[in-house]
């Protein structure tokens, strides 16, 4: 609000000043990008006070554009798996009613996906890398951190944003107002939203969130570290890592991340925890 009455103030300047004074503001300011501006941080803020609702209609639409690009693995057993171990851990969240979905997908990159509203999907490539449940449940209780803390509805708002100024979100474009233009930008993007880096502060959380919900749901948190520990061990230059990097941090920085929230950890015990194997391995 504060942003929008400075922006509003700017404006309203440039109406206070003399002629003279005004001939030469407005040769060098642009009072329409000014108005953009306030109308921009206006769209902006709606976004980030948006309803779970509306979030979970979206995080729809991007769910569907992005299975068009990463296809669910046609295996019955598997998905069902990866749903009873995701929506035990997705209980211990901040957010356990929202309609939580979880889906195994075709790609041989080592990569997980947070879809806003309850969507978390996982390649082929990460599940082959996973050694057990609780790492699993580690991978999962990460993805989960990006939907609470609703890390890539901050990405759309940004983009709006970044946005302000063109008529790519202009009032007129498509109808629907705000919810509808970012149901446009979220379908036009689709799965390339998770090809973009969040910050290294959302990631940080998120992997804490993730050996915290893994605790929670009765897993042995350290199983966390086993993994980060794995993934960094792999070549950087893998091909099956290279969306993984692209989109978060270097795993060793990451295993300091992971090592911290373990210490941090009250009322669980790293290392005497249950590493059920995995259910389900073909």
């Given at each position: 609000?504060?942003?929008?009455?400075?922006?509003m103030a700017v404006a309203t300047g440039l109406l206070a000043v003399t002629p003279a004074q005004a001939q030469f503001n407005l040769r060098n300011f642009n009072v329409g990008s000014v108005i953009d501006a306030v109308q921009g941080v206006a769209k902006s803020q709606e976004?980030?006070?948006?309803?779970?609702?509306?979030?979970?209609?979206?995080?729809?639409?991007?769910?569907?554009?992005?299975?068009?690009?990463?296809?669910?693995?046609?295996?019955?057993?598997?998905?069902?798996?990866?749903?009873?171990?995701?929506?035990?851990?997705?209980?211990?969240?901040?957010?356990?009613?929202?309609?939580?979905?979880?889906?195994?997908?075709?790609?041989?990159?080592?990569?997980?996906?947070?879809?806003?509203?309850?969507?978390?999907?996982?390649?082929?490539?990460?599940?082959?890398?996973?050694?057990?449940?609780?790492?699993?449940?580690?991978?999962?209780?990460?993805?989960?951190?990006?939907?609470?803390?609703?890390?890539?509805?901050?990405?759309?708002?940004?983009?709006?944003?970044?946005?302000?100024?063109?008529?790519?979100?202009?009032?007129?474009?498509?109808?629907?107002?705000?919810?509808?233009?970012?149901?446009?930008?979220?379908?036009?993007?689709?799965?390339?939203?998770?090809?973009?880096?969040?910050?290294?502060?959302?990631?940080?959380?998120?992997?804490?969130?993730?050996?915290?919900?893994?605790?929670?749901?009765?897993?042995?948190?350290?199983?966390?570290?086993?993994?980060?520990?794995?993934?960094?061990?792999?070549?950087?230059?893998?091909?099956?890592?290279?969306?993984?990097?692209?989109?978060?941090?270097?795993?060793?920085?990451?295993?300091?991340?992971?090592?911290?929230?373990?210490?941090?950890?009250?009322?669980?015990?790293?290392?005497?925890?249950?590493?059920?194997?995995?259910?389900?391995?073909?």
């Open positions: 609000m504060k942003r929008i009455l400075v922006l976004v980030s006070s948006m309803s779970v609702e509306d979030e979970i209609a979206i995080g729809r639409d991007i769910a569907a554009r992005t299975l068009g690009t990463y296809p669910l693995v046609r295996d019955e057993a598997l998905q069902r798996y990866l749903n009873t171990v995701g929506l035990w851990v997705a209980l211990q969240t901040e957010k356990p009613t929202l309609p939580w979905r979880f889906g195994a997908v075709k790609s041989d990159q080592v990569n997980a996906f947070a879809v806003p509203g309850g969507t978390v999907l996982i390649t082929t490539g990460m599940l082959k890398l996973i050694g057990n449940e609780a790492e699993l449940a580690c991978v999962i209780g990460h993805e989960a951190g990006h939907v609470i803390r609703r890390h890539h509805i901050d990405l759309l708002q940004k983009d709006i944003l970044t946005a302000t100024g063109s008529k790519v979100i202009g009032d007129n474009v498509g109808g629907g107002g705000v919810k509808g233009q970012l149901s446009q930008m979220a379908n036009k993007e689709g799965a390339q939203l998770f090809m973009r880096s969040l910050d290294r502060g959302a990631e940080r959380d998120a992997d804490n969130d993730g050996v915290v919900y893994a605790a929670r749901a009765g897993y042995d948190p350290e199983s966390c570290l086993m993994l980060m520990q794995r993934m960094a061990s792999q070549k950087q230059d893998a091909g099956t890592l290279a969306a993984l990097y692209k989109t978060h941090p270097n795993a060793s920085e990451r295993v300091k991340d992971v090592s911290a929230a373990l210490a941090s950890l009250s009322g669980a015990t790293p290392g005497e925890g249950a590493r059920p194997p995995l259910a389900y391995r073909k």
